[in-house]
């Protein structure tokens, strides 16, 4: 069981906006604003998306975008192309004992 | 071209050992921490281990700590994650990943991966 907590899936179409959760507790996600995203595509190793919450690595679309209230982490993409089809993860910090922890892992697919 | 090359993975039998290796090049490599970071078949990503530039920190997940041991040369732009009593649940693809700065010693993202190495360990 990973120690964040995402949906197993989540789909959209076309030119939609859609959001993928990521929940934690006070001790990694809530305490720290030290979230990232990764995209991961069948067979290819993990892209970083977003870190520290909000901000995007250059070279990654402005379509992308993270937000988190409380305990919960949040990766929006807007208008959704067939190349965001992909597994998209939720990664923390979690103190100078665990360090890091990553979530289970969100299928997106596009319609 | 910036890149990082996973090696060394392979079968091994429980109880067993493995040194992987991950060759840098195309970025300074003793400036950057490094860090392996593993995905069992059909899985989701876990963090194994990371190194400060220097290799004076180290530091390990749980589920590994006292089996694994990460180091890197930085005159040869080479890290390595010597892996001894090897269990079942040690099976999975393991990426070497670079870190860059974030401000914080062990605080890391993870923005340059390798392909990935297997490692399987069965009988």
């Known amino acids: 069981q990973s120690a964040l907590t995402q949906p197993a899936s989540v789909s959209g179409s076309p030119g939609q906006s859609i959001t993928i959760s990521c929940t934690g507790t006070?001790?990694?996600?809530?305490?720290?604003?030290?979230v990232s995203w990764y995209q991961q595509h069948p067979g290819k190793a993990p892209k970083l998306m977003i870190y520290d919450v909000t901000k995007r690595p250059s070279g990654v679309s402005n379509r992308f975008s993270g937000s988190k209230s409380g305990n919960t982490a949040s990766l929006t993409i807007s208008g959704l192309q067939a190349e965001d089809e992909a597994d998209y993860y939720c990664c923390s910090y979690a103190g100078s004992s665990t360090y890091v922890v990553f979530g289970g892992g969100t299928k997106l697919t596009v319609l | 071209e910036v890149q990082l090359v996973d090696s060394g993975g392979g079968l091994v039998q429980p109880g067993g050992s493995l040194r992987l290796s991950c060759a840098a090049s195309?970025?300074?490599?003793?400036?950057?921490?490094m860090s392996w970071v593993r995905q069992a078949p059909g899985k989701g990503l876990e963090w194994v281990s990371s190194i400060s530039n220097s290799g004076g920190s180290t530091y390990y997940a749980d589920s590994v700590k006292g089996r694994f041991t990460i180091s890197r040369d930085n005159s040869k732009n080479t890290l390595y994650l010597q892996m001894n009593s090897l269990r079942a649940e040690d099976t999975a693809l393991y990426y070497c990943?670079?870190?860059?700065?974030?401000?914080?010693?062990?605080?890391?993202?993870?923005?340059?991966w390798g392909r990935g190495t297997l490692v399987t360990v069965s009988s």
């Open positions: 195309g970025f300074t490599f003793s400036s950057y921490a």
């Open positions: 006070s001790s990694d996600v809530g305490g720290y604003n030290f």
């Open positions: 990943a670079k870190v860059p700065p974030t401000g914080y010693s062990d605080v890391w993202y993870f923005d340059l």
